[in-house]
């Protein structure tokens, strides 16, 4: 399995949309988001993020991802591009094939 999860927060230029434009916009998300949805790519969940959490990383959306590999993931990705999401939105993604902590933590140990 593979996890990915973005993060990311609206620019200057969502905010300078109309509320049809947003509207018009979120509906074409809408579609992808069915469009990208089996057995091999899941939506797993989505949070707003919380301002005051300790570290926090200065975005304020977080959808997390479970893919049966990597190029489901493209498929997101793809989608996303296709749909002029990053006109809109600052964006940080994180991706890799799903480990334990026990593998974490040691390739902590050996970098």
């Known amino acids: 399995m593979y996890l990915y999860v973005e993060t990311w927060s609206p620019k200057p230029e969502w905010l300078a949309l ?3 434009e947003r509207v018009e916009f979120i509906e074409r998300i809408q579609i992808l988001l069915g469009d990208l949805a089996s057995d091999n790519l899941q939506l797993l969940g989505c949070a707003i993020s919380d301002d005051d959490m300790h570290l926090h ?6 959808a997390v991802w479970r893919a049966s590999d990597r190029q489901q993931v493209a498929r997101i990705e793809e989608g996303t591009e296709r749909n ?6 600052e964006q940080v993604n994180h991706g890799s094939s799903e480990v334990g902590p026990e593998a974490v933590l040691g390739h902590m140990l050996n970098i």
């Open 18 to 20: 109309s509320a049809e």
């Open 84 to 89: 002029g999401w990053h006109n809109y939105f």
């Open 57 to 62: 990383g200065g975005y304020q959306y977080v």
